[in-house]
C-alpha cells in the first residue's frame, strides 16, 4: 500500500481541516498519482483543487519532494489565516519604518522560501491587492517589498490550493483572471473520498493503528459492521472525518475491535463537488438563496432598520474589494458614485471632510454676481 503522511512540523495551515494521510489504493487515486509525479518533474505552477480534507497539502509536499526543488524550504501558508490588513506584509515583506509594521526590516514568507516551494493554502481568500503582487513575483522572480524602491529576487515554485472554483470567483471579480491563467500552469483535481471508496478502509486501518498504538500494545481492528458503515458514508469531511470517526470509536470500543456501534457519523450532507466546478449562474443562485435566507432571519428577529443595515453591508464590502476605489465600487453595484460616496460617509467607512467658511462666501460672492448680471440686462 503507497502511504503518504503530513510531517510533523507546524505550519500555519489550520491543523483541524488538514488531512495528514493519503493512501493510493482505489482507482482514481492511482491516477491521481500519476497526475502527481508528471507535475513534479517540471517547475510550473501547480493549482490543487478538492473539497476541503481531501488531502491537497500532502500532495504539494509529494510535489515537492519528488522535484528538483527536493531538500529546499517547503513553506505552507493558510491565506485563509493571513489578516487583510497585513497579508502583504507577510508574504511580501517590508522596509523598516514601513507605516505600521515597525521598525525593523520583515524578511517575507516568500523568502523564506528562496530555492524552494511556497504552499498557498485557499489562495482565494488572498485580498486582490496581494495577488497582483503574488503576480508579479510569478512573471519577474522578483518580491515587491513593502516600502522599498528595488524589488528582490526570488527563485520559488508556487503551489496554490483551493476548494472553491475560482472561475466563480473571477466571474464575479473576487480573483483575478490573469492570476488564475497563471496558476493553471499544471492543475491537479483532488477527489472527494467518498469518489475513492477503495481508499476508505486502508486509511480507516491506518488511523486505526496509528492512534490504537497510543492507547495500548494490543492492535485494533475492525469488525465488518464497522467496514459497512465506514463504506457507506458520504463522507462530508473527508479523510480528517474520517480520522476524527477512528480516533472516537477507540475510546468507545471494547477489547480492541471496533464495531459498528461505535462509530459516530455526521449527518451533514456532502458538499456540492468542488471539482465539477459549476457555472458562474449556479454559484450566484446559490449565494443569492443563502442571502435570502440570512434576510429573512434578521426580519424574524424584529430587528430595527434591516434595509439600511443590509444596504450599508453590500456597498462597504463592495468598496473594500475594489480596493477602496468609488468608481470601481459604484460601477460593479450599478449605482451612482454620489449614493456609494453618501453611504459611506453615512456608516462611517470614509471620514467627512472637514466645514470651513470660505466656501459660503464663495456662495454669497457668486449670488452677488448673478444679482448684478440681472440687473444689468434689465436696463438694458
Not at 500519476?34 to 483543487?49: F, H, I, P, S, W
Not at 517589498?145 to 529576487?153: H, K
Not at 477527489?191 to 486502508?202: K, S, T
Not at 477507540?250 to 471496533?258: D, F, I, K, S, T
Request: hydrophobic share 40%.
Amino acid at each position: 500500500m503507497r502511504l503518504l503522511t503530513l510531517p510533523t512540523p507546524e505550519s500555519t495551515t489550520a491543523p483541524t481541516e488538514r488531512a495528514r494521510a493519503l493512501v493510493f489504493e482505489d482507482r482514481r487515486s492511482q491516477q491521481l498519482l500519476q497526475r502527481v509525479k508528471q507535475a513534479a518533474t517540471g517547475d510550473a505552477t501547480v493549482l490543487l483543487a478538492g473539497e476541503t480534507g481531501t488531502g491537497k497539502e500532502i500532495l504539494a509536499r509529494y510535489v515537492h519532494d519528488l522535484g528538483a526543488r527536493r531538500g529546499r524550504p517547503f513553506i505552507a501558508v493558510s491565506c485563509a489565516a493571513l489578516s487583510p490588513a497585513l497579508a502583504e506584509g507577510e508574504l511580501f515583506g517590508h522596509e523598516p519604518g514601513t507605516g505600521a509594521r515597525g521598525p525593523a526590516p520583515r524578511r517575507s514568507l516568500i523568502e523564506a522560501a528562496e530555492g524552494g516551494t511556497l504552499y498557498l493554502d485557499e489562495i482565494g481568500d488572498l485580498p486582490l491587492g496581494a495577488q497582483a503582487k503574488l503576480l508579479r513575483v510569478m512573471q519577474e522572480r522578483e518580491v515587491p517589498r513593502l516600502g522599498a524602491r528595488q524589488p528582490v529576487p526570488a527563485d520559488v515554485r508556487v503551489i496554490a490550493a483551493t476548494s472553491v472554483p475560482l472561475e466563480d470567483m473571477v466571474a464575479v471579480g473576487g480573483f483575478r483572471e490573469d492570476l488564475l491563467s497563471r496558476l493553471n500552469g499544471a492543475a491537479i483535481a483532488a477527489p472527494a473520498l467518498r469518489e475513492r471508496p477503495g481508499d476508505i478502509l486502508p486509511l480507516a486501518r491506518y488511523f486505526l493503528g496509528m492512534y490504537g498504538r497510543r492507547l495500548g500494545p494490543a492492535p485494533c481492528v475492525l469488525s465488518s459492521s464497522a467496514a459497512e458503515r465506514l463504506l457507506a458514508h458520504p463522507w462530508p469531511g473527508n479523510i480528517r472525518e474520517l480520522e476524527h470517526v477512528i480516533q472516537k470509536a477507540l475510546l468507545l470500543c471494547r477489547a480492541g475491535r471496533v464495531t459498528g456501534n461505535d462509530l459516530r457519523l455526521t449527518s451533514l450532507p456532502p458538499k456540492a463537488p468542488a471539482l465539477a466546478l459549476p457555472g458562474a449562474s449556479s454559484r450566484l443562485d446559490a449565494l443569492m438563496a443563502t442571502l435570502e435566507s440570512t434576510i429573512a432571519a434578521l426580519f424574524e428577529g424584529d430587528h430595527p432598520n434591516v434595509y439600511e443595515r443590509v444596504e450599508e453591508v453590500v456597498v462597504r464590502v463592495a468598496y473594500r474589494r475594489c480596493e477602496r476605489n468609488l468608481g470601481h465600487t459604484a460601477n460593479r453595484l450599478g449605482v451612482s458614485r454620489d449614493l456609494v460616496r453618501a453611504r459611506l460617509l453615512q456608516s462611517g467607512e470614509l471620514a467627512a471632510p472637514p466645514t470651513s467658511e470660505p466656501p459660503a462666501t464663495l456662495s454669497k460672492a457668486g449670488e452677488a454676481r448673478a444679482a448684478v448680471r440681472e440687473l444689468l440686462t434689465f436696463d438694458s
